[in-house]
């Protein structure tokens, strides 16, 4: 499978840098770019790539507003967006999270972990490694939204609550695994019934869902 990659970013030299990364690769295919937000979204609509890596801070929409656009837009629910950002604890990583996206980037990352986490978002999996979210569940623990009414909350087992709050410490499966003192295998089986009931996109919309309904020790 090729998987088709949307780039946008306001600065040129980021967008040919991807462009040079993604267009050396066989099963990967650049087939757009945009400079802001709003052109972000009119390129996604029109070409439906798998993956969407989208800056946040781009000048006539910013990437939020264009990741909540495609994110909420049901011809578009093949479509992953990645966050580009310039920190690891940057002050929108939270909420673009609640926004729909399937995780996210630092700039500076590796080429090799790069691609490799394109093939993973295009995949239907979360692009968070338990290290960067663990950073992230401590910068946002004290301002995470408050709980208020969960939906869908009484619909998880006891053991999947418990899985549903490991995903969002940032625990892997092989992980939870080792703490429920299960198979990897079973951990899998419990993080997918769990975002079925819940009516996840994916990993990472179930560390929101954990913040949202108190399930993060």
């Known amino acids: 499978m090729v998987v088709r990659v949307v780039v946008a970013d306001d600065q040129a030299l980021v967008r040919m840098g991807l462009r040079v990364l993604l267009e050396a690769e066989d099963d990967v295919e650049l087939v757009g770019e945009a400079c802001d937000g709003a052109e972000a979204v009119r390129v996604v609509r029109t070409v439906r790539p798998d993956v969407v890596l989208m800056d946040v801070r781009m000048p006539v929409m910013d990437g939020l507003e264009a990741l909540r656009r495609i994110a909420g837009d049901e011809e ?30 630092i700039k500076d990352e590796d080429p090799a972990q790069m691609l490799a986490a394109v093939r993973v978002a295009a995949q239907g999996e979360a692009l968070l490694s338990p290290s960067v979210t663990r950073r992230v569940v401590s910068a946002f623990t004290s301002r995470a939204p408050q709980r208020g009414e969960v939906p869908r909350l009484e619909s998880l087992t006891e053991r999947e609550r418990e899985v549903v709050g490991l995903v969002g410490e940032g625990l892997s499966n092989e992980e939870i695994a080792g703490r429920l003192v299960v198979s990897p295998a079973t951990a899998r089986t419990h993080v997918s019934r769990s975002m079925v009931k819940l009516g996840a996109r994916d990993r990472a919309q179930l560390v929101v869902f954990a913040f949202r309904a108190g399930l993060v020790r």
């Open 76 to 105: 578009l629910s093949g479509t992953r967006v990645v966050v580009l950002t310039t920190f690891e604890l940057d002050e929108y990583v939270f909420e673009a999270l609640r926004a729909g996206a399937s995780g996210f980037l």
